[in-house]
């Protein structure tokens, strides 16, 4: 490092190109003995570092002797752009009127273009403070400056932020514009920080023009970005916790931002970050229906903002505070009328979020009986239903069903329900993830439910069925996006079954697996974040519930939807041309019993128990009358179709007694099994039998199966490999896979039936162009799903229901495997015979011997869909 100005001088854009390096070059300059001069600029550049990578009270420390040390200089510029450095450092230490006062004498003391660069740094300051006109005035007059001074690197920042504050008002297309224009600057130069900020902001473009898919890619790039340069990435977190709550994924948002705030404390950061991050923690905490931690990260949230002198921040954090608050039930006259105070300053501030605090007050008021005032904040959040992003407008449409359903108006409500749903619908259908689509109905949870409410008391059985299938299933009405041929996404897949395969066989022979299980946590991270950056199709809502065809398809078939509402189960029972209402009992009553059978189920599948049989029985009875109730004596005699809610997906519906002996199928909606009836076969007719390893029955009825069926293709050891099973699998009009089944409740689409290379997940399935017609899964667990968003599913079942397959035989408990032999060849003998699965499964399940164990194992299987 020589001494001369120019080559000291290019520390300072190097600790944003290269930090590390520049860090070393600046303790090179200090070394040297240098002038006052050079050793502010090196001490500059070690507080830059230690501001953005380390200690904030150490960055202080060498900003303020980078300061004296200009000054001793007696270089007026030198001095400015030092003090604004020390500006923002003071700012982010919550010292705000010291770092407000640093840039004033910066102002001051600077000239042409060294005064532009502070200009943009205090407009960066007035954009972490919420003031954003501010920010704006500042940036209008540092753009010209550095642009007539051809200064790339620092027009190109101007740029950024300007357009990061555009977002912060809601202004999308000028945003884009302006990150158009510094993208085009930044691939001139060498600023990798910059430019890996650069993408970050893209992100945030693509979310607040709604478009998740892509700012989950693209925050994505920017965290690899900045990995490569070692840099913090503590806004990128708030950032990502932003799309992870707005995609339904409140709890992971939670998860990320509280390991940044241990982080940040760790290293002693930024108070102005870990406040953001305890509101992006506050909000998240909401979202997942934790209020009680929403309430304590909101609070000290509220506390380090006002201390900040960040009103901007300090309003929208005491947005979340009164939310979270009302979430745990309280209500009061001065909680509507701080409500109202926020709306009011988010407003003024340009606030997106101005429609959702008046919609707050509107509810509060409306909870304490005081209608004309409720009328007042909702008239206002209703406006927003006209433009904006999706969520913006469902907002406003919310309002607008809590005004009619206010003023009486049954028709007004359930016009702004079904045009708020479908807002949500095309916003949905922008997401290529099955996950991501499901989690996204809980944002439409309450208008369902309002609309089913004014359904019930006005339009009937039969208008109560159309607006429960309204939003139920809705991930079935249309097939994901297919992952396209990604040799990355690809690779991992393999990657993670050869890992997930190792740690399988260690844990067999007892060695500890902590380094296997941590790289196949880290290869499902990467496969799950692949996935989730593809986008959905053009907007469309898929087939439209019709209950007039739903009652001419069914023939003499019941179909039994089970509604809830308030709590309550309502039974909808569906056939001879009408719909009719019973009423059931308590949602809670029966999901406790469900879990009851569930564990008598698993004690069942051992010899021994017999004596937990009768409990079992007795439990199916009160399920019955808690399920059923009045509706047992209208099924008739033919075939009986169950829709039950997501929460009652694990009931053995064949245990009921008054179901035992029927030909019985499950579907997780009605327009589902009206899609599984529609569904044609393949051409050609092809079976597949599938043997995976480890079963205690060695998969014995596969042989059997293969010879009933001659020229099936059978896949048995080193044959049944993942990729050649899926290459199998497609397009086959019957499979039959025999095969260990894990359920992950935590990750539901790592699910899987283990194959003689490892797991056989459900993000695999989904590569298939079209599933088999049928597919028989005998393991333990496979219809065991889990219930996200609004009423949705998630898990093997459900991920081949779109994707061509119109019936599925799985069990929702774990199974005897030597009693699941003969219940799968009286099965197959039934379809061979040309019984559909529901019909041959009744049979299959009269012929079993009858004791417990193999009772158990009938129970335990059901078929899905129509085929």
């Not at 390991?259 to 992006?280: F, H, V």
């Not at 004596?633 to 033919?638: A, K, M």
């Not at 099936?712 to 497609?730: C, N, W």
Request: proline fraction near 5%; glycine fraction near 10%; include cysteine.
């Amino acid at each position: 490092m020589t001494a001369g100005n120019a080559s000291v001088l290019e520390l300072l854009p190097m600790v944003f190109a290269a930090p590390n390096e520049a860090l070393a070059g600046a303790r090179r300059v200090l070394d040297a003995d240098p002038s006052p001069l050079h050793a502010s600029v090196a001490h500059q550049v070690m507080g830059i570092w230690h501001r953005d990578f380390g200690d904030l009270r150490v960055a202080l420390s060498h900003l303020r002797r980078a300061r004296d040390l200009a000054a001793r200089a007696e270089s007026a510029d030198r001095e400015a752009d030092v003090l604004a450095t020390l500006g923002v450092a003071l700012v982010h230490a919550g010292r705000t009127r010291r770092g407000l006062t640093a840039f004033e004498r910066g102002v001051a003391r600077g000239t042409g273009h060294t005064r532009a660069r502070v200009l943009f740094r205090r407009a960066y300051v007035w954009w972490v403070l919420g003031r954003h006109r501010e920010a704006l005035e500042d940036v209008r007059r540092a753009i010209p400056v550095l642009r007539q001074a051809d200064d790339v690197i620092w027009t190109a920042r101007a740029l950024t932020l300007r357009a990061t504050v555009h977002l912060a008002l809601g202004a999308v297309d000028r945003a884009d514009a302006d990150f158009t224009a510094a993208e085009r600057l930044w691939e001139t130069t060498g600023q990798e920080h910059d430019k890996a900020d650069a993408v970050e902001s893209r992100g945030l473009a693509a979310f607040r023009s709604g478009d998740i898919p892509a700012a989950l890619r693209l925050l994505d790039e920017a965290e690899e970005r900045y990995g490569k340069l070692g840099t913090p990435t503590f806004m990128l977190c708030i950032r990502r916790c932003e799309v992870l709550m707005a995609a339904g994924l409140a709890p992971e948002a939670l998860a990320e931002a509280d390991a940044a705030i241990a982080e940040l404390d760790g290293i002693g950061g930024q108070s102005t970050r870990k406040a953001e991050l305890l509101l992006a923690a506050a909000r998240a905490a909401r979202s997942a229906g934790d209020p009680h931690t929403a309430i304590d990260r909101a609070a000290v949230a509220v506390r380090l903002f006002a201390g900040q002198h960040r009103t901007w921040w300090e309003t929208h954090a005491r947005l979340v505070l009164i939310e979270a608050r009302v979430a745990t039930g309280r209500r009061s006259g001065r909680m509507v009328t701080d409500a109202a105070r926020v709306a009011e300053r988010l407003a003024a501030f340009g606030s997106p979020a101005a429609p959702e605090a008046s919609l707050l007050a509107g509810r509060i008021a409306l909870a304490l009986g005081r209608p004309e005032v409720a009328e007042r904040h909702l008239a206002v959040a209703a406006r927003s239903r006209r433009a904006g992003p999706p969520l913006a407008r469902m907002t406003g449409w919310a309002a607008q069903a809590l005004r009619a359903r206010a003023a009486g108006s049954g028709p007004g409500l359930l016009q702004a329900c079904r045009r708020g749903l479908d807002v949500l619908d095309d916003h949905r259908m922008t997401l290529g993830a099955s996950e991501l689509r499901a989690r996204a109905t809980a944002q439409g949870a309450e208008l369902a439910a309002l609309a089913q409410q004014a359904a019930l008391a006005r339009g009937g059985p039969r208008r109560l069925l159309e607006w429960s299938e309204r939003w139920r299933a809705t991930v079935l009405a249309a097939p994901p996006t297919r992952p396209p041929a990604d040799p990355a996404l690809l690779g991992r897949l393999t990657a993670f079954r050869e890992i997930a395969a190792r740690a399988e066989a260690a844990r067999t022979e007892g060695r500890p697996v902590p380094v296997l299980e941590r790289e196949q946590r880290r290869l499902e991270r990467d496969i799950r974040s692949r996935t989730l950056h593809l986008r959905g199709a053009a907007p469309g809502y898929g087939d439209r519930f019709d209950p007039g065809r739903l009652l001419d398809r069914l023939g003499d078939t019941r179909l039994v939807e089970l509604a809830v509402l308030d709590g309550r189960v309502h039974v909808l029972l569906c056939g001879q041309g009408r719909v009719r209402r019973f009423e059931g009992g308590a949602l809670a009553e029966a999901v406790a019993e469900a879990e009851h059978v569930q564990a008598g189920l698993r004690r069942l599948a051992h010899p021994g128990a017999q004596a937990r049989l009768p409990v079992v029985e007795a439990a199916g009875r009160r399920l019955e009358e808690l399920l059923l109730a009045g509706a047992v004596r209208h099924l008739g005699p033919g075939p009986v179709v169950v829709v039950p809610p997501g929460a009652l997906h694990r009931v053995p519906w064949a245990l009921l007694p008054s179901l035992r002996e029927r030909v019985l199928s499950v579907s997780p909606s009605a327009g589902s099994w009206l899609r599984a009836r529609d569904t044609e076969p393949p051409p050609g007719g092809r079976h597949v039998l599938v043997r995976g390893p480890g079963l205690a029955t060695g998969g014995a009825e596969v042989p059997e199966l293969a010879d009933r069926y001659g020229n099936a293709t059978v896949l048995e050891g080193d044959d049944a490999q993942v990729p050649r099973v899926l290459g199998e699998l497609d397009g086959a009009a019957l499979a039959h896979l025999a095969a260990h089944g894990t359920f992950r409740a935590d990750s539901p689409l790592f699910s899987s039936l283990r194959m003689a290379d490892g797991p056989l997940i459900v993000h695999d399935f989904e590569r298939l162009g079209r599933s088999p017609y049928r597919i028989i899964l005998s393991s333990c667990d496979t219809a065991r799903l889990a219930s996200v968003g609004a009423d949705e599913l998630l898990g093997l079942v459900t991920a081949l229901l779109p994707l061509g397959t119109a019936g599925v035989v799985a069990s929702s408990a774990p199974v005897n495997d030597a009693a699941v032999v003969p219940l799968m060849l009286a099965l197959h003998k039934g379809l061979d015979s040309g019984l559909c699965l529901a019909e041959a499964l009744r049979d299959a399940r009269a012929a079993l011997p009858g004791d417990a164990v193999h009772q158990a194992t009938g129970w335990a299987f059901a078929a899905f869909g129509a085929a």
